[in-house]
């Protein structure tokens, strides 16, 4: 079973600075989904990155999968409050099973 | 309309009682999950059902058991309840298994006293 570590757990800053969160894991993923989820709703998808080394960019969000495929990265440039949410990343294995992260919870202050 | 509803959003119930939680989606998915959410937001899958039939069951105890009567709709029986049952569930489907993006439910909340 893969472990996907997620971090920080926590992050409490300031509307207008910026933050990156981190999505490691000692296996292999074919590809890597990002996912918010608000208080009392269920994740939505962000984006699904698949190549290694593979950089997506979402307004003021950018994405990264790792060369090896194993660790990903979520940069937000200038926070609003409305980012604010639990960050999930999810791997894929060749099997097409996935597997959640622990989840990083944003909270951006106005 | 909602792509993926689940009933009820809240359940409370005693230790011992038996349950279901129901789930539709109305995008035409062949691929619907549940998944587990326990309290420190950890999210694991239970089941997964392509086109009616299991593909993934991980290791949950047996007392709970999917049962999909169409693809539309998967559902999940929960006998015997625990205190440690307590979570909050999500329906999730996709369009087919594997690493096509998954579209979730808003969750039931599930409290065992």
């Known amino acids: 079973t893969q472990l996907l570590e997620q971090s920080p757990q926590f992050l409490s800053i300031q509307e207008g600075e910026n933050l990156t969160v981190y999505c490691n894991s000692s296996s292999v993923f074919s590809s890597l989904q990002w996912y918010r989820q608000e208080p009392g709703e269920g994740p939505v998808l962000l984006v699904t990155v698949v190549t290694g080394g593979e950089v997506k960019k979402l307004k003021r969000l950018t994405f990264q999968f790792g060369d090896a495929r194993k660790d990903s990265s979520l940069h937000i440039t200038a926070a609003q409050p409305g980012d604010t949410g639990l960050y999930l990343c999810?791997?894929?294995?060749?099997?097409?099973?996935?597997?959640f992260g622990p989840g990083t919870r944003l909270s951006v202050l106005p | 309309d909602t792509a993926v509803s689940q009933t009820p959003k809240y359940l409370v119930t005693q230790m011992g009682n038996d349950k279901s939680i129901k789930c539709e989606q109305n995008?035409?998915?062949?691929?619907m999950y549940w998944y587990k959410q326990d309290s420190k937001k950890f999210l694991k899958i239970m089941f997964s059902?392509?086109?009616?039939?299991?593909?993934i069951n991980e290791t949950v105890p047996n007392r709970f058991s999917p049962k999909s009567p169409d693809k539309a709709h998967l559902n999940l029986h929960i006998n015997s309840l625990e205190l440690g049952d307590s979570a909050v569930y999500f329906c999730?489907?996709?369009?087919?298994?594997?690493?096509?993006?998954?579209?979730f439910g808003p969750g039931t909340r599930l409290l065992v006293l």
């Open positions: 999730a489907s996709s369009q087919a298994a594997g690493t096509e993006t998954q579209y």
């Open positions: 995008l035409g998915h062949d691929t």
């Open positions: 999810a791997g894929a294995d060749y099997g097409q099973n996935f597997v």
């Open positions: 059902y392509n086109n009616k039939e299991l593909i």
